[in-house]
């Protein structure tokens, strides 16, 4: 089992700048990926940016040139948000997996942090 817990959400004004952590615990050893989602009211969760065991990255195309995903640690992992828009807002939730693709029973998620930007 991995948990997640997130931090670092908030009220920026549009153009500012959030950087949101999260930590694991548990079977840490084992996770091959670690990023974020985020869902805004009334929508489905869409995938902000993942990192590998590699340090491989890929981001939606909302987020390039803006977010940047890193990981200090095995088990930290940061979303650093840049230039952000209104339409930025929503609830981020960290994600990891310990195993295959498309096997919920290796993904992981966080409790989820709010992210509100104002216009």
């Known amino acids: 089992q991995v948990q997640l817990v997130e931090s670092g959400g908030g009220l920026v004004q549009a153009g500012g700048?959030?950087?949101?952590?999260?930590?694991?615990?548990?079977?840490?050893?084992?996770?091959?990926?670690?990023?974020?989602y985020r869902q805004a009211p009334g929508q489905e969760r869409e995938l902000v940016a993942v990192i590998n065991s590699g340090s491989g990255t890929n981001y939606a195309d909302s987020a390039k040139g803006r977010f940047a995903i890193f990981k200090t640690a095995k088990n930290t992992v940061y979303l650093q948000m840049n230039s952000l828009k209104p339409e930025d807002t929503a609830v981020y939730y960290c994600y990891a997996r310990n195993g295959p693709v498309g096997r919920r029973e290796y993904d992981y998620w966080g409790q989820g942090t709010q992210v509100t930007v104002s216009s």
């Open 17 to 36: 700048s959030l950087r949101l952590s999260c930590v694991a615990s548990g079977s840490i050893l084992s996770i091959n990926v670690m990023g974020w």
